[in-house]
Antibody
């Protein structure tokens, strides 16, 4: 069974970089049938997909975050990561990693989510 | 920019039937958008309910069903139960590898 687990600091200072990792077990991230995505949910708000990466290294970033977001993958550790630069309070959210099925066009596996607060 | 629209809230009596919809600010939703639906209890991980318009994810009871109604995707809960009280999100695949979430519908049972 595929499992995804996020990890990273729960508190980041404004203007600094938020770094999160999603460890994947049960399936190699070298999968041509899946994207590996990051989704966030600000307090009291809905879900938004901020970006994803394919095993080839190609990426998609939400346009409003394109200049601050970088997603990478580490096949040796079977994990993928997010870096969000120059964070502000507006980046405070629960961050989920999720697998996207390219065969069926949906988010078929989710991590538990990790809360991140941006505050000095 | 096209927005995916959902009703902000719905209320249903226990045992009742409720249908949420998922539309576009411009245009119609069809099966080509591969509508999917997710249930989220506050503070919890989203749970996949429906994908490819009307296919239930593993373990999802058959009282949850998906469809296209007119120009929108729809999620119907038949025989609502107390533990169905959650937020429900639809997602549409807009093509070119872009998936967009709706704003979510809060269901009160």
């Amino acid at each position: 069974q595929v499992q995804l687990q996020e990890s990273g600091p729960g508190l980041v200072k404004p203007s600094q970089t938020l770094s999160l990792t999603c460890a994947v077990s049960g399936l190699s991230i070298d999968s041509y049938d899946h994207y590996w995505s990051w989704i966030r949910q600000a307090p009291g708000k809905g879900l938004e997909c901020i970006g994803y990466i394919y095993y080839t290294g190609s990426t998609y970033y939400m346009p409003s975050l394109k200049r601050r977001l970088f997603i990478s993958l580490d096949t040796s550790k079977n994990q993928f990561s997010l870096e969000l630069y120059s964070v502000t309070a507006a980046d405070t959210a629960v961050y989920f990693c999720a697998r996207v099925s390219l065969l069926k066009d949906y988010f078929d596996n989710w991590g538990q989510g990790t809360p991140v607060t941006v505050s000095s | 920019q096209t927005v995916v629209t959902q009703e902000p809230s719905f209320s249903v009596s226990p045992g009742g039937t409720v249908t949420f919809t998922c539309g576009l600010s411009s245009g119609s939703v069809s099966t080509s958008f591969s509508p999917s639906w997710y249930q989220q209890t506050p503070g919890q991980t989203p749970r996949t309910l429906i994908y490819s318009t009307n296919t239930r994810s593993s373990g999802v009871p058959d009282r949850f069903s998906g469809s296209i109604l007119g120009n929108k995707a729809a999620l119907t809960i038949t025989g609502a139960q107390a533990d169905d009280e959650s937020d429900y999100y639809c997602v549409l695949h807009m093509g070119s590898g872009i998936w967009v979430f709706g704003g979510g519908t809060k269901l009160t049972v």
